[in-house]
């Protein structure tokens, strides 16, 4: 069955509190996975983020490494996964630690060969986002990373994406490169959700928040509890109602079929 990532991300912004809020809020919604980020602005390259406000918003939601147990701790209490994506390989060190055995590889490191290989040493399930990428570049990856332990998700890095971007087609590209797919997907709602189940995903990821008034961007454009319900309970009802009960009619209409048939007007065969 397809399982829910709930991408709280930065959309805490530092507020503990309010992370753990979320964790509850993505569990009591439905989702297997509340998901974070780790890096650290101590290793972010020079760029525009350093010369506007993205760099206070970064340095105000980045983890300390105590803020990972604590949170993974927390998820294990509410009976939910905690996941993250990583940027940079030297934050697997206490990562394992954690005994996670999924981890998550943000689009903009696709290329990222150091930290694909010491992934691979270290995961069962490496899943990883494809946004921004070339096909060739998504080939690449299986240099460093076991097929049996990878999971290519299809992704638009388009924040918020329009519909008409999503192209949910991809995926059966990305189904002839690796056995297990999945979707990131940033389309505001749930509609690209709910249709990229027509190709089976091992997982769904989507923007998760409890507030769109909450500040930073991904917080605008996240799903809201209300949204992740719904789309776990079309989840575990989908394989119910896909499954194939006969050409005829069926046990539970027998009465109706008796009673009700032609009652407004008398009919002989």
Known sequence: MTQLIAEIGWNFLGNMGLAKEMISAAKESGADFAKFQTWSTKDLVDGPWHKDERIKLY????????????????????????????????????????????????????????????????????????GASKLNEVKKVFKYVSKKKCVLMHCVSAYPTPPENVNLP?????????????????????????????????Y?????TIDNNLPGKDNKF????????????????????????????????????????????????
């Not at 939910?80 to 998550?104: E, G």
């Not at 209300?226 to 989840?235: C, D, G």
């Open 59 to 130: 340095k105000k939601a980045q983890l300390s490494i105590d803020d990972h147990y604590e949170l993974n701790e927390y998820c294990k209490k509410k009976k939910i996964t905690f996941l993250t994506s990583v940027f940079n390989k030297k934050y697997l060190s206490f990562l394992k630690h954690l005994k996670l055995n999924t981890i998550k590889v943000a689009s903009m490191e696709i290329n990222n060969a150091q930290l694909l290989i010491e992934m691979n040493k270290i995961f069962e399930n490496i899943i990883i986002s494809t």
């Open 170 to 202: 991809r995926i059966k590209v990305l189904k002839k490169l690796c056995k297990k797919v999945g979707y990131s997907g940033h389309l505001k709602g749930i509609s690209d959700a709910l249709g990229c189940l027509e190709y089976n995903p091992a």
């Open 204 to 208: 769904i990821e989507k923007h998760f």
């Open 222 to 269: 996240s799903i809201l509890p209300h949204e992740m319900k719904t789309l776990s309970l079309f989840v575990k009802e989908r394989k119910k109602i896909n499954k194939f009960k006969g050409k005829d009619f069926q046990v539970i209409e027998k009465e109706v079929r008796k009673n009700y048939r032609n009652r407004w007007s008398k009919i002989t065969s």
